[in-house]
Nanobody
């Protein structure tokens, strides 16, 4: 079993930055593809970014490229999402997720999910 514990959400002004963290625990934690999804009110949950188990591959949603950066500390089994130049449209609940299968993550069907972090960006 894998547990994902997130932190770092909050309220900021437009143009500011936030960094989300997600610590994975469990026997297979070091082998997991990890990703961030987000869900805004009344909208579907969409992928934000994903990173492979060893950190060599990353994928971003087009609208986040250049503003968001996903990274991971392999020794700590922790993944980060650095969010810069935040906009009100980035307001959502952000979820950490993981799976041993890279393709399942990219399809939006990872097995493991965190509890979610609210990010609110005001103009």
């Amino acid at each position: 079993q894998v547990q994902l514990v997130e932190s770092g959400g909050g309220s900021v002004q437009a143009g500011e930055s936030l960094r989300l963290s997600c610590a994975a625990s469990g026997r297979t934690a070091s082998s997991l593809t990890m990703a961030w999804f987000r869900q805004a009110p009344g909208k579907e949950r969409d992928i934000v970014a994903a990173i492979s188990a060893r950190g060599g591959l990353t994928r971003y949603a087009d609208s986040m490229k250049g503003r968001f950066t996903i990274s991971r500390d392999i020794a700590k089994n922790t993944v980060y999402l650095q969010m810069n130049s935040l906009e009100p449209e980035d307001t959502a609940v952000y979820y950490c997720s993981s799976d041993l299968d890279w393709t399942k993550v990219l399809r939006g069907t990872p097995k493991y999910w965190g509890q979610g972090q609210q990010v609110t960006v005001s103009s």
